[in-house]
């Protein structure tokens, strides 16, 4: 069974930087990405990044695009996602997810963390 472990989650005054990390215990034939969505309560879950394990060319979501950046480390099984100037509505708990569905922006992913809190003070 695939684990995913995220950390690295926390508070940060708007305008700060924080650096969440996910690792996978394990990569199947039909896991080629892995990808970062955040939830707040009462709201649907919201695509932030993705990235392939064969491909350089990541994927972001509009409200994140030229202050997120995601990373992987394909011998440690780990993705990174890099946030900065961050603001009070980047606030929500974040989640790592791999083995994407057909969508990659669609929170229909087969395998979840189990989310690392966010908190972006004004």
């Known amino acids: 069974q695939v684990q995913l472990v995220e950390s690295g989650g926390g508070l940060v005054q708007a305008g700060g930087s924080l650096r969440l990390s996910c690792v996978t215990s394990s990569r199947t034939a039909s896991d080629n990405a892995m990808g970062w969505f955040r939830q707040t309560p009462g709201k649907e879950r919201e695509f932030v990044a993705a990235i392939r394990w064969s491909s350089d060319s990541p994927y972001y979501g509009d409200s994140v695009k030229g202050r997120f950046t995601i990373a992987r480390d394909n011998a440690k099984n780990t993705v990174y996602i890099q946030m900065n100037r961050l603001k009070p509505e980047d606030t929500a708990v974040y989640y790592c997810?791999?083995?994407?569905?057909?969508?990659?922006?669609?929170?229909?992913?087969?395998?979840w963390g189990q989310g690392t809190q966010v908190t972006v003070s004004s």
């Open positions: 997810a791999s083995d994407p569905g057909a969508v990659l922006t669609a929170p229909e992913w087969a395998h």
